[in-house]
């Protein structure tokens, strides 16, 4: 292999996710903005010769592009992902981690790339706990911003990795398209302009961060072109030196110096605590070929990512636990009871046994084992919701036979974020990608590398914030905290059918789930699984669930003993459905953050 390679409710995300249901719904649908045009969000697109979607138009723009002129599914995913770093900088860029998920047409094998972020080699476990009081520091306002909770980023080194596995093309070509849009800008958008205002006390705390994000002191104005040359620099740097030039050298001392020390304005009263990674840790970061999980879902082969995720694991167990039961004979309020009791089982088994797989011992063929599931599963009424939190099985030692439940558990976190992006690409080959990648919170760490034009994570902040040593998720120097991330790529035999994924913090996985759910077991096609209101069942007593959900299954659900509680939204997503017949069916939210653009090579004639 190639070198190189707390419970968080906070202010920042509550506002947020009032701001996206609202102000989003009129989100920009002009073809030109003065004299920059502004290409189209479409939900769904259908046609033949490649296909994207992200939940941005300049990206999916730019993707479709590069199908166009003859790049491959890796080619354009990794020119969306520079993009998005542009258009979409409070989400992703290359001051995060992702995984990136890949069907070879030519191998027919699904394999992935951990580009997750590390921990700095000198983190102390107790990294986030105040040594005044013995307590956590609080998410919000302490742990979001600053450099204490930055890892090391993985999404340079997941670009080079890639492409040089499965691309045509180089750093450089793929690097051009989203360089010329952070030189020439882009239109601001509701959700650029909303997710800015949302920040602007973190931004207003770092000198770096309000002078690119708050020109004159304001969040951009929707409408007006907002340039980012330093960023363009630092791509033309890449593109001249490789990702050595990210991991080693000026720009990665220039890193740790801004975490070691951040840029905090005079005067400012937020706490910005500093973090230890240097110079040593960004030299000797690796992305990870990893194995992907694979579950059979009712003759599909479902393919997700492995750990650090615990998405691969937690999608995989409730489908398990879930084919025990003939979910498309039921009627629909029926299906989502078993989706929240068979979701709350996996999140419990989660929470007891993942975190990086290279620092403790994930069960994760115990997981994903179908007698494991069956033994899940007798704990799965048909008629009555258990009440929970339920309590982890044994995945190491397990025979498919009802054993009485465990003790409940502590009630789980749900973490209420839309931070984080997806996208999803095929190619006229065949070849197909699933790319989730993220910087953690909207807006991240807060911290812009000073005149690099870009953000710095706080991922790890997704490691448990107190240190237990039975934890799998607790700190430890070089590991990776573990992920929610749930790139998803459906076979069916031994062909790509389906793949999907989203953002959405510990809410990707429930949001994967149901929407593999509502296509395969209810019938919706991939448009309707996607647009269905959603819920986010982990396994607490009470379930999270977007208006809409509790409007259509609400009074059935309550017959079943579960309660709802109303949130804006939950995950927005991006797929493509490839068709027996090789027709693409690219699909990306229609609403949820002002909806997205899935755009196709050659549409199908109507
Ligand atoms: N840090 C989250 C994860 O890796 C993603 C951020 C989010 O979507 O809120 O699971």
């Given at each position: 292999?190639?070198?190189?390679?707390a419970a968080r409710s906070s202010?920042v995300t509550g506002?947020l996710a009032?701001?996206?249901?609202?102000?989003?719904?009129?989100?920009?649908?002009?073809?030109?903005?003065?004299?920059?045009?502004?290409?189209?969000?479409?939900?769904?697109?259908?046609?033949?010769?490649?296909?994207?979607?992200?939940?941005?138009?300049?990206?999916?723009?730019?993707?479709?592009?590069?199908?166009?002129?003859?790049?491959?599914?890796?080619?354009?995913?990794?020119?969306?992902?520079?993009?998005?770093?542009?258009?979409?900088?409070?989400s992703?860029?290359?001051?995060?981690g992702g995984f990136?998920?890949?069907?070879?047409?030519?191998?027919?094998?699904?394999?992935?790339?951990?580009?997750r972020?590390?921990?700095?080699?000198?983190?102390?476990?107790?990294?986030?706990?105040?040594?005044?009081?013995?307590?956590?520091?609080?998410f919000y306002?302490?742990?979001v911003?600053?450099?204490?909770?930055?890892?090391?980023?993985?999404?340079?080194?997941?670009?080079?990795?890639?492409?040089?596995?499965?691309?045509?093309?180089?750093?450089?070509?793929?690097?051009?398209?989203?360089?010329?849009?952070?030189?020439?800008?882009?239109?601001?958008?509701?959700?650029?302009?909303?997710?800015?205002?949302?920040?602007?006390?973190?931004?207003?705390?770092?000198?770096?961060?309000?002078?690119?994000?708050?020109?004159?002191?304001?969040?951009?104005?929707?409408?007006?072109?907002?340039?980012?040359?330093?960023?363009?620099?630092?791509?033309?740097?890449?593109?001249?030196?490789?990702?050595?030039?990210?991991?080693?050298?000026?720009?990665?001392?220039?890193?740790?110096?801004?975490?070691?020390?951040?840029?905090?304005?005079?005067?400012?009263?937020?706490?910005?605590?500093?973090?230890?990674?240097?110079?040593?840790?960004?030299?000797?970061?690796?992305?990870?070929?990893?194995?992907?999980?694979?579950?059979?879902?009712?003759?599909?082969?479902?393919?997700g990512m492995?750990p650090p995720s615990s998405g691969g694991t937690t999608v995989g167990e409730a489908?398990?636990?879930?084919?025990?039961?003939?979910?498309?004979?039921?009627?629909?309020?029926?299906?989502?009871?078993?989706y929240i009791?068979a979701s709350a089982l996996a999140y419990a088994d989660r929470a007891a046994y993942l975190g990086?797989?290279?620092?403790?011992?994930?069960?994760?063929?115990?997981?994903?084992?179908?007698?494991?599931?069956?033994?899940?599963?007798?704990?799965?009424?048909?008629?009555?919701?258990?009440?929970k939190p339920v309590?982890a099985?044994?995945?190491?030692?397990?025979?498919?036979?009802?054993?009485?439940?465990?003790?409940?558990a502590s009630e789980p976190e749900d973490t209420e974020s839309t931070s984080t992006t997806n996208?999803?690409?095929?190619?006229?080959?065949?070849?197909?990608?699933?790319?989730t990648?993220t910087?953690e919170q909207i807006?991240?760490?807060?911290?812009?590398?000073?005149?690099?034009?870009?953000?710095?994570?706080n991922e790890l902040t997704d490691f448990s914030i107190?240190?237990?040593?039975?934890d799998p998720n607790?700190?430890?120097?070089?590991?990776r905290p573990r992920s929610s991330m749930s790139p998803t790529?459906?076979?069916?035999?031994?062909?790509?059918?389906?793949?999907?994924g989203s953002p959405g913090g510990s809410r990707i996985i429930t949001t994967v789930m149901q929407m593999?759910?509502?296509?395969?077991?209810?019938?919706?096609?991939?448009?309707?699984?996607?647009?269905?209101?959603r819920a986010t069942p982990q396994n607490s007593a009470r379930t999270t669930a977007e208006?809409?959900?509790?409007?259509?299954?609400?009074?059935?659900?309550?017959?079943?003993?579960?309660?709802?509680v109303?949130d804006v939204t939950i995950g927005a997503a991006?797929?493509?459905?490839?068709?027996?017949?090789?027709?693409?069916?690219?699909?990306?939210?229609?609403?949820?953050?002002?909806?997205?653009?899935?755009?196709?090579?050659?549409?199908?004639?109507?």
């Open positions: 292999m190639k070198k190189r390679s202010a506002v009032l701001l996206l249901a609202g102000a989003l719904a009129a989100s920009p649908a002009a073809t030109a903005t003065g004299s920059k045009p502004v290409p189209p969000r479409v939900p769904t697109s259908t046609g033949y010769g490649g296909a994207v979607s992200s939940l941005d138009p300049v990206v999916s723009e730019v993707g479709l592009q590069v199908l166009r002129k003859g790049g491959n599914a890796t080619d354009a995913a990794v020119a969306m992902a520079a993009a998005i770093g542009v258009t979409d900088p409070y992703a860029g290359i001051g995060g990136f998920v890949h069907y070879d047409a030519a191998t027919g094998q699904v394999e992935t790339i951990d580009g972020e590390t921990a700095p080699g000198a983190i102390e476990h107790d990294a986030f706990v105040d040594p005044a009081t013995g307590e956590p520091y609080p306002p302490d742990l911003t600053g450099g204490v909770s930055v890892g090391v980023p993985g999404t340079p080194a997941t670009w080079e990795r890639a492409l040089e596995r499965w691309g045509t093309t180089s750093l450089r070509q793929a690097l051009r398209p989203a360089t010329k849009v952070a030189d020439q800008g882009f239109v601001v958008d509701q959700l650029f302009h909303d997710q800015t205002v949302a920040n602007q006390e973190r931004f207003e705390a770092l000198t770096s961060t309000s002078e690119l994000f708050l020109p004159d002191g304001e969040a951009p104005e929707v409408g007006s072109v907002f340039r980012n040359p330093d960023l363009a620099a630092t791509y033309r740097l890449l593109a001249r030196g490789g990702v050595d030039a990210f991991y080693e050298g000026v720009l990665a001392e220039e890193i740790a110096d801004a975490v070691q020390t951040p840029p905090v304005a005079p005067g400012t009263e937020l706490p910005v605590p500093a973090g230890s990674m240097t110079a040593e840790d960004l030299a000797s970061y690796e992305v990870v070929d990893r194995d992907p999980t694979v579950v059979s879902y009712r003759g599909y082969d479902v393919y492995a489908l398990n636990i879930l084919e025990q039961f003939d979910l498309a004979s039921l009627d629909d309020s029926a299906a989502m009871h078993h009791e990086d797989g290279d620092f403790v011992d994930v069960p994760v063929s115990g997981l994903l084992d179908d007698t494991f599931a069956q033994e899940r599963a007798c704990l799965l009424d048909p008629a009555a919701a258990a009440a309590a099985g044994d995945a190491r030692s397990y025979d498919g036979v009802c054993d009485e439940p465990a003790a409940p996208l999803t690409v095929a190619d006229r080959w065949g070849n197909v990608v699933e790319y990648l910087i807006g991240g760490s807060g911290i812009v590398v000073p005149g690099r034009g870009f953000l710095l994570n107190e240190y237990d040593a039975d607790r700190i430890e120097p070089g590991k790529i459906v076979l069916a035999d031994g062909r790509p059918v389906l793949a999907l593999l759910i509502n296509r395969i077991d209810l019938g919706m096609t991939i448009e309707e699984a996607i647009a269905a209101p208006q809409g959900f509790i409007d259509r299954y609400g009074t059935a659900l309550s017959g079943y003993g579960h309660q709802l109303p991006t797929a493509i459905e490839i068709g027996p017949d090789g027709l693409l069916t690219a699909v990306a939210e229609p609403t949820r953050l002002g909806g997205g653009s899935a755009r196709v090579v050659r549409p199908a004639v109507p």
